[in-house]
C-alpha cells in the first residue's frame, strides 16, 4: 500500500536550536523524509538559526549529516538529498540580545506573506526571549505559527509563565505545544479504533473494564541527557505530558468531531477528573525508583549516579502510579502508569482489560478462562491485538485457549512508518491543531502532578533503587498486586 500525499502550503521553517539535539536527530531528517515523499513545495525554506556564526554551506554540511546519520535508512538517493539541501539557510541570531534579527527579518521578508513556522527547540528559559524578539522584530505576520517544545515549565507556575510569555507574542490559536507522542502512528490508531468502530464504544466503561495499564518502558539510560533529566525525572518528563495525553486518548469521551478544539475540550475533562493524589495516598499510589548499574541490550550499564558523575541524586529514572478518573464512564477503574529508563526492553502500550465473564459454563477440563484484553501496542512492532478464548483446535474435548487476534500493521499496511515528527510538522505548517496541546491541557496536566512532585518532596524518602535491565524496583510490582492484579507483557 502507498501512503497518500496532499503537498503543503509553501513555508518557511526557522529552526531555533538549529545546531542542537533535537534539530539534528528528529527536525530535519524529519523534513527530508516529508521532503522526499512529495509533499513539500520546491520553493519552501528551512531557515536553520542559533547563536554560533555558521555559513549556510556549513550548515548544510550539519543537516546533510543529520539526515544520513538517521536511524533505520541505508540508501540516499544524493539527487534527492542536494534538492533538500538547497531549500536549507542559516542565519545567526542571538536569542538574548538584539543580534542577528535584522539579518533573520530581511531573509524572511523574501517568502512573502507565506505561512512561518517558528519551531522553538531549546530550553524553555529562552522561550521568552525569543518570542519577545519575534514580536518586537516585527516578525509576526498573520500566517506565522509557534511550536513550543516540551518541558512547558516545571510545575504548574512555571508553565504558567512561559505560557503568557509565548501567549503575549502569538495568539493561542497559532501555539503549537507539541507532544511528539501524539504524532505517534498507533496513538492515532487509537481514536480511529475508538470512533471508527461501533464495536468498543458500548463496552468503553465501567461496568466491562476492569483496568487499564499505560507502559512506556526505555532500555536506554539518559542518552547524554543527564543535565537536563536531573531537573526533571520520569514524572515531569514522560507522566506529565507522553503519559497522561494517552490516558486520556483511552479515557476521553467521543469528541463532537476530530475538530481540534472538540478533541482538546474531551481531553482536558479527562484531566479535571483524576482524583488527586495527595501526602496522605501517594505512598500507595505511587512509586519512584531510580537505576543501578546492572545488564541491559546485553551489556553491562552504569548506574544513573554515574551516568550523572554526581554521588547523590533523588531524581526518579521509573515511576509507577494508580490512577483514578472520577466520572460516570470511569469511577473505580483503576489506570495503572508505568514508565522508566534502563527497563529490559524499549515497548510502549496500552492494556485495555476487560471484566471477567459472569459465569462458566464450561466444565474443569476446560481450563481457566482469561479475561478479554486489547493492547494497542504503540513501539516497536506497532500494532493491535486482541486476545480472546478460543477452544484448542482438534478433537479430545472442549479446552479452552487465550490467544491474540493480531494486527500487526508493518505487516497489514507494508508501508514505512512515518516518525511523529513528520506528521506534526505538517500539521504546523496546515495549522491543524488536533495533535498538539492547549494551554488549559498542559496546564490542567500539571495542576495533576504538582500535589504529587510535592508529596514526594516532603517525605523525604529517596527513590527506590532497581537494578538497570529489570522492570523498576518490586514496590511497583506490589503497587498492582495488591488490587489482584499484574503488570501485562503484551
Ligand atoms: C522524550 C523524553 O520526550 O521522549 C525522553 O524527554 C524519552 O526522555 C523520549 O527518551 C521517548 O520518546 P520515544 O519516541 O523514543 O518513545
Redesign the pocket.
Known sequence: MVARVITVDPFDIVVFGATGDLAKRKLLPALYERDLAGQIPPDARIIGVSRRPMSRGEFQELARDSVEDRDGIDTIEAQRLARFLDRVDYVAVDAVSDEGWTDLKARLSEGGDRVRVFYLAVGPDLFDDICSRIGAHGLVTPQSRVVVE??VGKNLASARKVNEAVGRVFPEDSIFRI???LG?ETVQNLMALRFANALFEPVWNNAHIDHVQIT?A?S?G??G?AG??DT?GALR??VQ??ILQLLCLVAMEPPVSMDADAVRDEKLKVLKALVPIDERSAPHLTVRGQYRSGASAGGAVPGYLEELGSPESDTETFVALRAEIANWRWAGVPFYLRTG?RLPS?V?EIVVAFRPIPHSVFDGQAGPIMANRLVIR??PDEGVKLWLMIKDPGPGGMRLQHVPLDMSFAEAFGVRNPD?YERLLMDVVRGNQTLFMRRDEVEAAWKWIDPILEAWRNSHEPPKPYTAGTWGPSASIALIERDGRTWMDD
Do not use: G, W
Open positions: 516540551k518541558p507532544d511528539h507522542y505517534k512506556v526505555e536506554i539518559t542518552a541527557r537536563y533529566y526533571a518528563d514522560m505530558n507522553h529508563k524499549r510502549s504503540l513501539q511523529a
